[in-house]
C-alpha cells in the first residue's frame, strides 16, 4: 500500500450567486482507494473525485477544473 499525503486544495461548487473557488487548508492523502482523502480542521474528513484536488496552489483561485459530466462531488 502506497500512501502520498500532502498539502492541497479542493473545489467547492459555491452558490447560485457565487461561483466556485479552491479552498486551501486541506491535507490529501492518495492511496489504493478511489479519489482521495482530504481532511481539515474545519471540515468532516471524507473522499472526494480526483478532479476536486490540487496539489499545488492554482494561479487563479475562482477558475475551474474541467468537470466531468454527471460529476459525482464526494465518494462514500
Do not use: H, Q
Not at 4 to 32: H, P, Q, R, Y
Request: glycine share 6%; aromatic share 14%.
Amino acid at each position: 500500500m502506497i500512501l502520498k499525503t500532502s498539502k492541497c486544495w479542493v473545489w467547492f461548487k459555491g452558490s447560485l450567486d457565487n461561483g466556485g473557488f479552491w479552498k486551501e487548508g486541506f491535507t490529501c492523502t492518495f492511496d489504493e482507494n478511489p479519489g482521495v482523502l482530504i481532511e481539515s480542521p474545519a471540515y468532516v474528513t471524507c473522499r472526494v473525485p480526483n478532479w476536486r484536488v490540487l496539489t499545488k496552489e492554482p494561479d487563479d483561485l475562482k477558475k475551474s477544473p474541467l468537470i466531468p459530466d454527471n460529476a459525482v462531488w464526494k465518494l462514500i
